[in-house]
């Protein structure tokens, strides 16, 4: 049983949004935090239309929903987060914002509160070292969109404590969600896995080792993969493919993490996908 009857999520962006959203649903109650009004009205305007697909196809009701919704306070204030067991970090991705925040949520939390971050790239371990009690960070990698996704990446720096650990992995079954244990290394399991595999379709294009339907098809219908690597691409944006891949070669030093060159040309082309109309495919 988790301790939780209270979560904050700092950050009310697509993952905020999307984590305040399976926090509410499971019964928990939510308070969301973002720097302004207008990012606050935008991330609970994206959990409603979200909520209300679930109730078009019948997988929940109208009263849920709007109890769903009444589990959410959302504020500006830090010191709203005093009432929660756990805070999960869920801002930009950049360091030096993320340890700031990380400070005022520790000083604003209650003594004992876990404190999570959804960073997808920075390491648990650097931004555990902000904090005041280092052993209450725990990576909680949630995957997008949140509510769909089943996995969450658990990822313990050098100081968690083994009982934040613990307890992390008993909320995010509590959500619904299968947590996986996974040491603090760039890319974590996931994105170590696949976007170097991405990569190396855009290499398979660059090198017209088939068209790009075929290379997809071929990967759906020989891999088994739900969609191909090169639409993949285009929804996880090309440039964030690109960040991935020169996190992990700078990280690891390693040469076969070097990104495609088509790659690096599209993203300067800005052809990111499906957020600009265009990538491996037109949207
Ligand atoms: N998008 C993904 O697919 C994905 C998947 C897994 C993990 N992540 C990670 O999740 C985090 C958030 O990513 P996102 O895609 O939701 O970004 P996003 O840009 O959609 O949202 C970021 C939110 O943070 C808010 N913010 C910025 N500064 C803040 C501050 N000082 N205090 C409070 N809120 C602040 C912004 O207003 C915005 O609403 C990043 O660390 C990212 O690496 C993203």
Same mark, same amino acid.
């Given at each position: 049983?988790?301790?939780?009857?209270?979560?904050?999520?700092?950050?009310?962006?697509?993952?905020?949004?999307?984590?305040?959203?399976?926090?509410?649903?499971?019964?928990?109650?939510?308070?969301?935090?973002?720097?302004?009004?207008?990012?606050?009205?935008?991330?609970?305007?994206?959990?409603?239309?979200?909520?209300?697909?679930?109730? =078009?196809?019948?997988?929940?009701?109208? =009263?849920?929903?709007?109890?769903?919704?009444?589990?959410? =306070?959302?504020?500006?204030?830090?010191?709203?987060?005093?009432?929660? /067991?756990?805070?999960?970090? @869920?801002?930009?991705?950049? %360091?030096?914002?993320?340890? !700031?925040?990380? $400070?005022? +949520?520790? #000083?604003?939390?209650? #003594?004992?509160?876990?404190?999570?971050?959804? @960073? *997808? *790239?920075?390491?648990? @371990?650097?931004?555990?070292?902000?904090?005041?009690? %280092? *052993?209450?960070?725990?990576?909680?990698?949630?995957?997008? %969109?949140?509510?769909?996704?089943?996995?969450?990446?658990?990822? $313990?720096?050098?100081?968690? #404590?083994?009982?934040?650990?613990?307890?992390? +992995?008993?909320?995010?079954?509590?959500?619904?969600?299968?947590?996986?244990?996974?040491?603090?290394?760039? &890319?974590?399991?996931?994105?170590?896995?696949?976007?170097?595999?991405?990569?190396?379709?855009?290499?398979?294009?660059?090198?017209?080792?088939?068209?790009?339907?075929?290379?997809?098809?071929?990967? /759906?219908?020989?891999?088994?993969?739900?969609?191909? %690597?090169?639409?993949?691409?285009?929804?996880?944006?090309?440039?964030?493919?690109?960040?991935? +891949? !020169?996190?992990? /070669?700078? #990280?690891? &030093?390693?040469?076969?993490?070097?990104?495609?060159?088509?790659?690096?040309?599209?993203? =300067?082309?800005?052809?990111?996908?499906?957020?600009?109309?265009?990538?491996?495919?037109?949207?």
């Amino acid at each position: 049983m988790t301790d939780v009857q209270c979560v904050g999520v700092v950050g009310a962006g697509t993952m905020g949004s999307g984590i305040a959203q399976v926090c509410a649903a499971a019964g928990l109650d939510v308070v969301l935090l973002d720097v302004s009004e207008a990012a606050l009205e935008r991330g609970v305007a994206a959990i409603a239309a979200s909520l209300d697909k679930r109730v =078009q196809k019948g997988a929940l009701s109208a =009263q849920e929903k709007q109890a769903t919704l009444q589990r959410l =306070q959302t504020t500006i204030r830090y010191e709203d987060l005093a009432r929660v /067991q756990i805070a999960i970090e @869920t801002a930009t991705e950049q %360091p030096q914002l993320k340890f !700031e925040l990380l $400070r005022r +949520m520790e #000083s604003a939390l209650p #003594s004992h509160a876990l404190i999570g971050s959804n @960073t *997808s *790239s920075i390491s648990i @371990t650097q931004l555990a070292a902000a904090l005041r009690e %280092p *052993s209450h960070l725990v990576g909680l990698h949630f995957f997008n %969109p949140v509510p769909a996704m089943a996995l969450v990446e658990v990822i $313990r720096g050098l100081q968690t #404590s083994e009982d934040a650990y613990d307890r992390a +992995m008993v909320f995010a079954r509590a959500l619904g969600k299968t947590p996986i244990p996974v040491a603090n290394r760039p &890319g974590f399991v996931v994105n170590r896995i696949l976007i170097p595999m991405v990569n190396e379709a855009i290499f398979a294009v660059q090198e017209r080792l088939g068209s790009v339907d075929d290379i997809d098809t071929a990967m /759906q219908i020989g891999g088994g993969h739900p969609i191909g %690597p090169l639409r993949l691409a285009d929804v996880v944006g090309l440039d964030v493919v690109l960040a991935v +891949m !020169e996190v992990l /070669q700078g #990280s690891f &030093g390693d040469n076969k993490y070097r990104p495609a060159f088509l790659l690096r040309e599209m993203v =300067q082309a800005g052809l990111l996908g499906r957020k600009t109309g265009q990538g491996f495919y037109k949207y």
